[in-house]
């Protein structure tokens, strides 16, 4: 289980954020759940602590939004971390 503070979905932006940054196990940990095949219903209970059988719609928007930006990091954001890197 997680223990760290997330929001129901991550913020939407077109380049990084201090809330990608801190999320990134978070977001490599739902990619290699996702390539898996793993149960998203597991892996919302595993990684951010919640029970889908008691809140199933907020349990989905947690895991599908974040996975949605973990996503994203891969094609886009992944960039502003090496630029952060190189300086």
């Not at 932006?13 to 390539?35: F, G, K, P, V």
């Not at 919640?50 to 599908?64: C, G």
Request: hydrophobic letters at 35%; proline letters at 3%; a negative charge.
């Amino acid at each position: 289980m997680t223990s760290i503070a997330f929001d129901d979905q991550p913020p939407h932006s077109a380049s990084l954020t201090d809330y990608d940054r801190q999320h990134l196990t978070l977001y490599i940990r739902l990619l290699d759940a996702a390539e898996e095949g793993a149960e998203w219903t597991e892996v919302v209970s595993v990684l951010f602590g919640l029970d889908p059988d008691r809140d199933r719609e907020r349990a989905q928007r947690v895991h599908d939004s974040h996975l949605a930006r973990a996503r994203w990091m891969t094609e886009h954001g992944y960039c502003d971390l090496l630029q952060a890197g190189m300086n």
